[in-house]
């Protein structure tokens, strides 16, 4: 790792059997966990981190299989299920000395807090999810030419082999692609933080991808496992979201309402980058989920 956020101390946790984080602490008072998404690492908080630091204890990992922290090879879809990942987040807080922990996560991290979320409801005091959908309910809305945009999903849910070599052999151009295909302004991810996110995730392809196909096998199942057993979020939740509703035909609040009775539905213009692109809007946010 070349770059760091100013004032946070970095460390690393083991939190599994084999999986040791890299993780980003900074600041005092009640503690908020902070989930990157994909393509990037911790980083992406950088500014909402600074922020929050100044009243809370903020602790930023890179997710396993992302960044500086582990990346298992995968047996079987449990290494990478959110439900391992989830446990990672859970035992990293604990290391760090706190059973309880608001929980805030970008992306593929947003997934990974839903099931901390669902999973460990009497830990996460306070949930946020930024620009994405619920595993089950992102896979039901995904139809027809619209499911174009996210061609990445089932690119990746394909079987081990061909789509790490394909990946593989441009990646750089891959990995790239996201970042101005998703982003609304392109100063808001500088050249040497690009770079980062580039070159972490070059090294990382067959984790990123086995992330992604447990998204398409086992984290399907146990999202429906909860659906059909009534399991809901208890804790407050925020949602903030582009309006991926009006472009693909659905109705995304109700969709985070069928998970979250107690939840506070935000849309921005802001783009899929939203903490690098407008991180007081976001800091605002979740100051607000704070409170509540």
């Given at each position: ?7 946070f ?35 992406m908080?950088?500014h909402?981190?600074?922020?929050l630091a100044?009243d ?30 989830a446990?990672?987040v ?44 619920p ?8 139809h ?5 945009v ?10 081990p ?7 593989s ?31 972490a ?46 472009a693909?035909g ?40 704070l409170?509540?």
């Amino acid at each position: 790792m070349t770059i760091s956020i100013p004032g946070f101390d970095y460390r690393r946790v083991t939190v599994a059997d084999g999986v040791a984080l890299n993780v980003a602490v900074g600041g005092s008072g009640r503690p908020v966990v902070l989930l990157h998404g994909f393509p990037q690492t911790h980083l992406m908080w950088r500014h909402v981190a600074a922020d929050l630091a100044s009243d809370h204890t903020v602790i930023c990992p890179d997710l396993r299989g992302y960044g500086a922290s582990d990346k298992p090879p995968a047996h079987g879809e449990d290494t990478y299920a959110k439900r391992a990942m989830a446990a990672d987040v859970v035992a990293l807080a604990r290391a760090l000395g706190h059973e309880r922990f608001a929980l805030a996560g970008h992306d593929r991290g947003a997934l990974v807090a839903v099931r901390a979320g669902l999973d460990h409801p009497d830990t996460v005091t306070h949930l946020a999810s930024l620009d994405v959908l619920p595993t089950l309910d992102m896979w039901d809305v995904l139809h027809g030419a619209s499911a174009a945009v996210a061609f990445h999903l089932y690119l990746m849910a394909q079987p081990p082999g061909l789509p790490e070599r394909m990946i593989s052999a441009s990646a750089d151009a891959f990995f790239g692609y996201f970042l101005d295909a998703w982003g609304t302004d392109p100063a808001a991810i500088p050249a040497e933080v690009r770079a980062e996110y580039l070159r972490a995730s070059r090294e990382a392809v067959d984790s990123i991808v086995a992330d992604y196909r447990a998204s398409a096998g086992i984290d399907v199942a146990h999202d429906r496992a909860d659906r059909d057993a009534g399991r809901r979020l208890a804790m407050p939740v925020t949602v903030i979201q582009q309006d991926w509703g009006a472009a693909l035909g659905y109705d995304a609040q109700a969709v985070w309402r069928a998970w979250a009775p107690d939840l506070e539905h935000r849309t921005t213009t802001a783009g899929h980058f939203m903490a690098e692109a407008a991180p007081a809007e976001i800091s605002e946010a979740l100051r607000a989920l704070l409170k509540r």
